[in-house]
């Protein structure tokens, strides 16, 4: 079993030096060893391993980015909403139109063909 070591241990050169007294980052790098970027302040993550950004909180940030994802707008809520009420009214159209039409089949002015 190999032992991983850092960056810094391995003596390849870094951005920050190998005596830079900051946090490093630490997260599991696809190579197995640890990355050794200097981490953000809020949760002692780099940049590429989740400490940049929280995401959004606010109501008008969460709109921005859902509007940012939308790609046609076929299935947003209102689309949804409006289809549903149109198949309910067509439904409603055709179950009236069929009454109708066994009421002129059993008065005899139309043919059941």
């Not at 509007?67 to 067509?90: C, F, I, M, Q, S």
Request: aromatic share 2%.
């Amino acid at each position: 079993m190999s032992i991983t070591k850092c960056i810094s241990e391995l003596g390849r050169p870094t951005r920050f030096g190998q005596g830079w007294p900051g946090k490093r980052c630490l997260a599991k790098t696809r190579k197995g060893t640890l990355c050794q970027s200097p981490a953000v302040k809020n949760n002692g993550r780099c940049r590429l391993h989740g400490g940049l950004s929280t995401g959004a909180t606010t109501s008008e940030g969460l709109k921005r980015i859902s509007d940012a994802n939308r790609k046609h707008g076929r299935y947003t809520k209102e689309n949804l909403a409006a289809k549903r009420r149109t198949v309910a009214v067509g439904r409603r159209v055709k179950g009236e139109l069929k009454i109708l039409e066994l009421n002129l089949i059993n008065a005899g002015l139309i043919s059941r063909n």
